[in-house]
Every structure is written in structure tokens, then in C-alpha cells.
């Protein structure tokens, strides 16, 4: 239960506003269908050990899903960080791009820099099994966002260190603008929400 004037969303999100990245702790239950394709057609068993993987494919593949609810319900709680989130955006089916889109005002826009951190291990190697790359499999899997947090840019850097200190590894990934601009390779109207546009921009760090 939430108070009407407490509650999150695009209608908070201004120009200026800082997304902040919560860091997953692997696949998350999404995008398995792929997955096992790809163990499939390596020829993999779930209780084969795999070297590139390293460790029981089964084990590796379903390491549990990190939870946000309790330490984020805190966060806004916080008496020091009062108002200062603007709306969250869960990474789940969809990708990276869409599940933020559908957290920002139309007109809105980001492009977020690859570079600003470096996917986990599993999925390098499920996209080099693949042989694919990582940019391929931006819709499909959180390649290490669980979650993303649009913040106030005043207290941007307090609330990465508050989601540090609360065990959620955490990056500022980008600013919000709303000034016009061409929207051609962005993610728009994702998941059936008519709202922001994402974009991923540069190479991912090693």
C-alpha cells in the first residue's frame, strides 16, 4: 500500500534526472528459451560440468535471482533520500532498452554507455556458444542490470552509495533529457507502454 502522492513513475521523471544501475545477479529467469537452445546445441546435459562456464551447467544457469524488494522499500524510506527516486524500472522479459522506456515520460530520451560496466561472465560465453555478440542479446537477456533507478541528479551519488552499502552493486549509467532529437535506433513504445526512447551507445568493458 502506497499513499497517491507517494507513488513512482514516469509523471516524476524530468529532464536532467540521473538512471542509476542495479546490478543483477545473473540471468533471472529470462530469456531461457535461448538458453537452452544454446545448451542444446553445444550438446551440453544441465549436469554436465562445463570449464567454459565454470561449474555444473544446471548450477551456473539457475543462480537465484537477486531481490530488490526489501533494501529499495528502504531506500524510499530513507529520511536523508527523501524524494529523491523518481521511478524504478525491474529488467525482465524485453531487455535492457525496453524495461527503462516504458519508465519515462514520451518525449524523454537516454542512451546509455556500454562501456559504463562489463556483462558477467555467463553471458560471454552463452553469446560466444552462440556465436553471436553481446549487443545481440540486449532484448533478451539483463546482460548484469536487474534493476535501474531514475533519480534527482543532486543525489545521484548518495544513492548509489546508499544501494552499495545495502549489498546492490551500483553505476550511474546515464542523464534524461527531453530535448528534440532524431529517435531513429532507439527503443520506443516497448512492452506496450507509449513512453520514453532508449538507446545503448558504445562498446562494453572488458
Keep these: 500500500v502506497v499513499e497517491a502522492d507517494r507513488m513512482l513513475g514516469h509523471e516524476r521523471v524530468q529532464h536532467g534526472d540521473v538512471v542509476v544501475s542495479i546490478a543483477s545477479s545473473g540471468l ?12 542444446a546445441d553445444q550438446g551440453l546435459s544441465f549436469t554436465d560440468t562445463s570449464a567454459e562456464l565454470g561449474g555444473v551447467v544446471g548450477e551456473v544457469l539457475l543462480e537465484p535471482t537477486r531481490l530488490y524488494t526489501g533494501p529499495l522499500v528502504k531506500l524510499l524510506a530513507e529520511p536523508a533520500l527523501d524524494g529523491a527516486v523518481h521511478a524504478f524500472s525491474h529488467v ?6 525496453a524495461n527503462l522506456a516504458r519508465v519515462l515520460p514520451q518525449g524523454a530520451w537516454i542512451e546509455l554507455d556500454r562501456g559504463a560496466w562489463s556483462p558477467y561472465d555467463i553471458f560471454r560465453v552463452l553469446a560466444g556458444f552462440a556465436g553471436t555478440d553481446l549487443e545481440s542479446t540486449e532484448g533478451t537477456w539483463n ?11 543532486q543525489r545521484a551519488s548518495a544513492v548509489v552509495e546508499w544501494l552499495e552499502a545495502a549489498g546492490l552493486p551500483s553505476w550511474v ?10 529517435f531513429a535506433g532507439f527503443e520506443q513504445g516497448a512492452k506496450g507502454v507509449d513512453g520514453g526512447a532508449v538507446r545503448l551507445v558504445g562498446s562494453y568493458a572488458g
Design 143 to 153: 546482460l548484469g542490470i536487474g534493476m535501474f533507478a531514475v533519480v534527482d541528479a
Design 28 to 39: 533471472h529467469s529470462n530469456g531461457y528459451s535461448l538458453v537452452r537452445r544454446i545448451v
Design 92 to 97: 525482465t522479459g524485453g531487455g535492457i532498452a
Design 173 to 182: 549509467a546515464g542523464t534524461i533529457s527531453t530535448e528534440a532529437r532524431d
